[in-house]
């Protein structure tokens, strides 16, 4: 389902989600993709271990949180 957002100065912005990516986007902007959210996870994974807090966003709640290692939330 493809979902378009106008910004404050009219420009439209599609977001795809789902099975809509995979008709939408070049071969290569897929690879691009994939290796983004690995590097995302892998650097969530290192300021885990190192003990560092991680900013998040609940979807649910609709609101951001800070995530220490020991899996504690704040929200903010």
Do not use: F
């Amino acid at each position: 389902m493809n979902k378009v957002i106008k910004t404050s100065n009219n420009l439209e912005i599609t977001v795809l989600t789902g099975n809509d990516i995979d008709s939408s986007i070049s071969s290569s902007d897929k690879e691009m993709d994939i290796r983004a959210r690995e590097a995302v996870e892998a650097a969530i994974k290192k300021a885990k271990i190192c003990g560092k807090p991680v900013a998040r966003y609940d979807a649910v709640n609709n609101t951001a949180y800070i995530e220490t290692s020991d899996g504690e939330r704040r929200y903010v």
